[in-house]
Each structure stands twice: as C-alpha cells, then as structure tokens.
C-alpha cells in the first residue's frame, strides 16, 4: 500500500508564495501528480514529477525528492482564485494508477 | 487538451434505482478509464479500472455487482449503481488515460443523490 500525507488547510495572504508540502511511502514508485480541485468541481492536472528536482511552470512549481519521499508544490504570487484543493497522488508499479492523498485546502485572502 | 465528459452532472434519484453514469473521452482513445467516489471534504477513492474490452478491476471493498462498469469503447465507460441506496449519495469523477502517457484526464463528475 501508500501512505501519503499532506496538511489538511493552509492559508496564505494574496499576492504571497505558500508552498504545500507532501511526503509518501511506498515501493516501486514511478511518479508523483499535483492536482488542483475547486470545490463541486473534478481535479485538474497541475503537474507530474518522476525524477528530482525542480519543475516550474508560469507561478506554480513542483519539487519531488524520491530518496526522502517527499514533494512541494509551490505557488507564487498567490491571487484568490488559488483557494482550493491541492491534491498529492503518487503512482508506483506497473499498473501507474495514482493513489491520491486526503487534499490540501488552501484558503487565500486579501 | 484532453476532454472528458460526463453524463449526467447531476441526478437525483429514488431509493432502489438504477442509476447510469457515462464517461466519455472527446477527442483522444482511452484505453484505461478510471472511476472515483468522493465525499465532501475528502480525498478520491478508486473504485474500479476498466480496461477497453475487458473486465473491470474492482478495488478492495467495491462491490461489483452493484457498481457495475462497463467499457465497451475506447471512447465509452459507463457505471452503474444498481439498486442505489441513500448510503451511495457521493461525487463520482471518471478519468481517462489515452494509450501513450501516464497522465489522467477528468471528467467534470456526476453528482448522485438518493433520496
């Protein structure tokens, strides 16, 4: 099995960086996925790492370090449409069906 | 993109009902669909993998026989919950996966509320 924990709520201030963090256990893993999911909505993809390091994309960037089984999501120059939740999944084994953590809520106010 | 849709948003329905869900993939071949449960506040669950022109792969507590998946295209799965009970209200979200990559696609999710 996986475990995967991430916060439960963050907030942060408009305009701010706030980074969510994410640490797993498990083997045979093969990568990991950050999606965003606005409430009463389905999740949108943000980001999928398999090696270390790294990845930005425009404000949001995401680092994985496989050996400590730990990954960050990072958003820049938060604004409010930010509030949402950020979901940690990790795929491992053949099959890469991703496993998905409880979600980080991420509250942004002015 | 990657479109996925669902069908339909939102149902409400009688104890006892069948309920049909669809799930299709609009402008890619999705080998490998997928569909969640979620309830407020919480995390998807996998309940099942369904592979184009094979059984589905049921996870561990899902009943197949009342979540019934079907995934007779590569652009087609539906789910249907028979016999829905009060205790199957959720948000259920489909996912696709085109035959290169590893990515999921997801649908906008059905909302289903048995009364």
């Known amino acids: 099995g996986q475990n995967i924990d991430q916060p439960t709520e963050m907030t942060a201030t408009e305009g701010a960086i706030v980074q969510i963090n994410c640490t797993y256990q498990?083997?045979?893993?093969?990568?990991l996925f950050w999606y965003q999911q606005h409430a009463g909505e389905a999740p949108t993809f943000l980001s999928y790492n398999v090696l270390d390091g790294l990845e930005e994309k425009g404000r949001f960037s995401s680092f994985l370090s496989r050996s400590k089984g730990y990954s960050y999501l990072l958003l820049k120059e938060l604004q409010m449409k930010d509030s949402a939740s950020y979901l940690c999944a990790v795929s491992s084994g053949g099959s890469y069906i991703p496993t998905f953590g409880r979600g980080t809520s991420l509250i942004v106010h002015p | 993109g990657a479109v996925v849709s669902q069908h339909p948003s939102r149902v409400i329905c009688k104890s006892g009902t069948s309920v049909k869900i669809e799930c299709r993939s609009l402008?890619?071949?999705?080998?490998?669909m997928f569909w969640y449960r979620q309830f407020p506040k919480k995390s998807l669950m996998l309940m099942a993998t369904?592979?184009?022109?094979?059984?589905?792969?049921?996870e561990q507590g899902v009943e197949k026989d009342k979540f019934l998946i079907n995934h007779a295209s590569l652009t087609l799965s539906t789910l249907t919950v028979t016999s829905a009970h009060p205790e199957d209200s959720s948000f259920y979200i489909c996912?696709?996966?085109?035959?290169?990559?590893?990515?999921?696609?997801f649908g906008p999710g059905t909302r289903l509320t048995v009364l």
């Open positions: 498990t083997s045979g893993f093969n990568g």
């Open positions: 369904s592979n184009e022109g094979s059984k589905a792969t049921y």
């Open positions: 996912s696709a996966r085109p035959a290169s990559g590893n990515e999921q696609f």
């Open positions: 402008d890619f071949q999705a080998t490998t």
